[in-house]
């Protein structure tokens, strides 16, 4: 599933790509009726239809493009994919969603386990006003961190894939940040001090700017151009030397995820 980083390059581009801020969508094409979560569809195709596309961002691992009167959020789960191309290109097998433009030019949303979903919306609080801080907001400090942190006795790595406690990291982000931190995915929330919030805080700041200035991790077919997996420090390296310490990096499955860690930095 793409994170922080790889919706944010995502974002990037689809800002950067020529007719589509300011452009007018002329009409909606929905190939997979269940990758529309809300409206109805027969409400969503005529409620999109004549808005015009004023701004794309990202909250959390939501892709939001802000429209003329509603906003359309898009979460591509484990395998989605969007593209800015032609009209005239033919449709690919897997494409859930058509947006057309008048200028000859279409987004599609593209998603081969037909796990992603898109909400067309005036009020983006229906749907992710229950996620946690972005990692970058200036309010999150790391006393804020430790606050949510002791609130649970979960392991660290489960609170961090909560996207109530922080918005945007997942499972390879947090292993990364967790291994900068040298801390323990194992280890309760509760039992994390303060001055460990601070630090975890600047490593998972660390870990998702290095993310985003690498265009994210390819390590899945659907995704391309990104280069971070190519400096992973203990992310699907089980076996491998810890870049720190030369201690072999070990895998355990930790709340139903797979962990990664290194057993001299990261000592329970």
Not at 4 to 22: A, D, H, M, Q
């Amino acid at each position: 599933m793409p994170e922080l980083p790889e919706v944010e390059t995502i974002v990037r581009s689809l800002r950067n790509k020529p007719g589509i801020l300011g452009r007018r969508i002329t009409s909606a094409q929905v190939l997979w009726a269940r990758t529309i979560a809300v409206p109805e569809l027969d409400e969503f195709t005529q409620r999109i239809s004549g808005q015009t596309i004023v701004a794309v961002e990202r909250r959390g691992k939501f892709i939001v493009i802000r429209l003329s009167a509603d906003a359309l959020l898009i979460h591509l789960r484990m395998s989605g994919d969007i593209r800015v191309e032609s009209e005239v290109e033919p449709v690919q097998k897997h494409d859930r969603l058509l947006l057309n433009f008048g200028n000859c030019t279409r987004l599609a949303f593209n998603d081969t386990r037909k796990f992603g979903r898109v909400w067309l919306t005036p009020d983006i609080t229906t749907v992710v006003g229950e996620l946690g801080p972005e990692p970058f907001d200036f309010e999150l400090t790391g006393d804020m961190l430790f606050s949510r942190l002791q609130r649970s006795s979960r392991c660290v790595k489960t609170l961090l894939l909560d996207q109530s406690v922080i918005a945007g990291v997942g499972n390879i982000y947090s292993d990364e940040a967790l291994h900068r931190a040298r801390l323990h995915p194992a280890l309760s929330g509760k039992q994390v001090t303060l001055e460990q919030s601070k630090s975890l805080l600047a490593a998972i700041r660390e870990t998702l700017t290095e993310g985003i200035a690498r265009n994210g991790a390819s390590i899945d077919w659907v995704y391309r151009g990104g280069d971070f997996q190519n400096h992973f420090r203990v992310y699907q390296r089980t076996g491998k030397p810890c870049p720190v310490c030369g201690t072999k990096i070990e895998r355990r499955v930790i709340g139903q995820r797979s962990s990664h860690f290194c057993p001299h930095c990261q000592p329970l």
